[in-house]
């Protein structure tokens, strides 16, 4: 009757543990309030998007998922124009990036018993990049190029640290006791970002350092040259930048699209002695994906994770034409897919989150296997036993959700170009069209000042869709 | 591990303390003691680095060689220290450890610069029309600087294996205004060892 009660008490227990935990966001990711925000993107009021994020912030974001409160929230300034916010915002995302560059030792056992919803979210690895992208605009549009110099000397040195990191991180797993199956290190191919240099080349030409502009443009072209799989368009000709002009030099940077979201992706496995068999879910069917070694390991358990994948959101805009007094003077080039850029970095980091959720699975099923044995023993295996093994494989699945944390408001593609116009006042407009060539939208300047007294000028325009 | 009871506890525990802040202490310490929280560039860094080159500057024949040909001392004014690092360096703030640095020495004399310039002549082209006559000061009687003192800061950092190496380069020449001459140039090296912890899985 003892044990009979002590269950009716666990069985209680787990299921308000499974209801609490059920809309927890420590284990899963919450993405309603982006909803309201979408909608005033869409509209392009960024300023109203702006203030809708603020107001989610209470609901919303917990202190672990500040770094994508001031991402989103830097970006959405900086396309409503609040340069000086922004750069706070995306500062603030900045820095607590570059302090979680270590994980917590009391997160990561969190993360070890939950999942990686539970930690810091520390950012996207093209989100680190391009925050100072971003930054570097805003300290342009403020008329500090030295600064917006700094923030792309910054995001190269960036490359180099994630290099550092990923070695540290797959060392890290390959030492440790929760892996027990051989780590394959993926490699990404994206090492230098041709909108950095396109963009530090207009800010050294716009300091007059046409030394140093040379250099950028030559960087410029590298990453075209040696990184193909993801500068797959033609390679822009940047090369009448340097040349003098009696004319003034007017620079264009546009952001189209929205850059990918994360979606769950689930994985069963099912054990055997010293091996998983890992299933993928297709067509409503559980169908084997893999199968891997894993030392030690009982057969008859069952269980399931998930990972996070990315999915492109792409563009609607197919080409970008500048308009100069009612006359068209040129189509921008695409710079940087800012989209295949996220995959390409993401690759090994998925990889990563991949052992570290099966890791944490096995462990969790074993535990959930020697509780239940345990419970079968004293109840010789009776319907209070069943049903709590019901809910402990309940719990186990409740808590194995993916982290489908990103920031929502990058753009997918980056376009630039250059124009040579009469110094004075002109009409300029950014029209965007589609794959039909019908006009989407345009962004008009309407007696805009193009002095000669700037080397070069830098006008940017962002449509998100 | 138990058992998965053990775990539920533990798990629900992490789910309260996650939410749980940590509070903040703050400690006054004194405006010379070295604080380096980040190894990025601080103000010791600008006081020191300052201290360092102006002791060389001071102690380098230009100031000789200028006295004896013109029978006074030189007139210094700062130029542009150039931020060409990886990190947002307050120039000014070194701009300004380097002047004092330079007035206390006694070995020089300091025009303001073009920044600060601007705020005094608008004073003095207000005093001509509001102060009396008195006490007004004159026009066009500012002291011409001989020479002017430009900068750059650099970075190269680099990191492995938990440590990262913060290399800072100052380099600061002093320029003849009238002839281009460059009469002292120095260059001051900071290089910072930071311990990263190592990735916990």
């Avoid at chain 1, 005033?40 to 917990?62: G, P, T």
């Avoid at chain 1, 950014?430 to 193009?450: P, Q, S």
């Amino acid at each position: 009757m003892i044990i009979i009660f002590n269950f009716k008490i666990r069985i209680i227990s787990l299921l308000l543990i499974l209801l609490t935990i059920g809309g927890c966001s420590s284990i899963s990711t919450s993405t309603e309030h982006y909803t309201n925000i979408d909608k005033f993107v869409s509209l392009e009021m960024y300023d109203k998007a702006v203030v809708s994020l603020q107001n989610s912030q209470k609901d919303a974001y917990d202190e672990k998922d500040r770094v994508l409160f001031w991402i989103d929230l830097g970006l959405l300034q900086h396309y409503a124009y609040q340069d000086s916010l922004s750069i706070i915002n995306l500062a603030l995302a900045d820095n607590a990036i570059e302090e979680l560059y270590t994980t917590s030792i009391s997160k990561g056992v969190a993360s070890m018993v939950l999942n990686d919803n539970a930690l810091d979210y520390s950012g996207e690895d093209y989100e680190n990049l391009y925050i100072n992208v971003f930054k570097a605009l805003a300290f342009y549009r403020q008329g500090e190029s030295e600064s917006a110099l700094v923030e792309i000397r910054r995001l190269t040195e960036k490359f180099v640290e994630l290099e550092q990191k990923y070695q540290q991180e797959y060392r890290s797993l390959k030492e440790s006791d929760e892996i027990k199956t051989e780590v394959d290190e993926i490699s990404v191919n994206f090492y230098s970002s041709a909108l950095a240099h396109y963009l530090s080349m207009i800010l050294f030409l716009n300091d007059g350092e046409y030394d140093d502009g040379r250099i950028s443009r030559d960087k410029f072209y590298d990453a075209f040259e040696n990184q193909k799989e993801l500068y797959n368009f033609p390679k822009p000709n940047l090369d009448n930048f340097l040349t003098h002009s009696e004319n003034a030099k007017l620079s264009f940077i546009t952001f189209t699209g929205r850059a990918p979201l994360k979606y769950e992706y689930v994985f069963q496995i099912d054990t055997f002695e010293n091996l998983i068999v890992i299933s993928i879910l297709e067509n409503g069917r559980w169908k084997e994906f893999n199968t891997i070694a894993w030392y030690g390991l009982e057969g008859g358990l069952h269980a399931k994770f998930a990972i996070p994948k990315l999915k492109k959101r792409g563009s609607m805009v197919n080409k970008v034409e500048v308009i100069v007094d009612g006359v068209h003077k040129r189509d921008l080039y695409k710079i940087e897919s800012l989209e295949d850029i996220a995959f390409e970095a993401f690759k090994r980091e998925e990889g990563i989150i991949y052992l570290k959720s099966l890791a944490r699975t096995v462990s969790k099923a074993i535990a959930n296997e020697a509780l239940n044995k345990e419970l079968d023993k004293q109840t010789d295996g009776g319907d209070w036993g069943g049903l709590t093994r019901l809910l402990t494989g309940a719990l186990i699945n409740a808590t194995e959700n993916a982290d489908l944390r990103i920031a929502h408001y990058f753009p997918s593609f980056a376009y630039g170009g250059e124009i040579e116009v009469q110094p004075g006042v002109h009409n300029i407009e950014i029209v965007y069209k589609d794959r039909n060539n019908r006009t989407i939208a345009t962004d008009k300047f309407d007696n805009y000042n193009v002095s000669k007294n700037k080397n070069i000028d830098l006008l940017e325009t962002v449509f998100l869709k | 591990m138990k058992n998965l009871f053990t775990l539920l506890i533990i798990s629900s525990l992490i789910l309260f303390l996650a939410g749980c802040g940590s509070s903040r202490t703050v400690q006054r310490t004194s405006s010379d003691t070295t604080v380096d929280l980040s190894g990025k560039w601080n103000d010791t860094d600008s006081r020191l680095t300052a201290k360092k080159m102006v002791d060389g500057l001071l102690d380098s024949r230009w100031i000789l060689n200028f006295n004896k040909e013109n029978e006074r001392k030189p007139v210094v004014i700062i130029g542009n220290i150039k931020n060409n690092s990886s990190e947002h360096i307050q120039t000014k703030i070194f701009s300004k450890d380097i002047e004092r640095e330079l007035i206390n020495s006694g070995e020089v004399k300091f025009v303001a610069s073009s920044e600060e310039r601007d705020e005094i002549r608008d004073e003095r082209a207000e005093q001509q029309q509001y102060s009396s006559m008195e006490t007004a000061k004159r026009l066009a009687n500012e002291t011409g600087a001989d020479f002017m003192l430009k900068g750059v800061i650099s970075t190269q950092n680099d990191s492995f294996d938990g440590q990262a190496v913060k290399f800072y380069q100052v380099d600061l020449e002093m320029i003849h205004l009238e002839t281009n001459e460059k009469v002292w140039i120095d260059s001051k090296k900071i290089k910072k060892l930071v311990d990263q912890a190592g990735y916990k899985f």
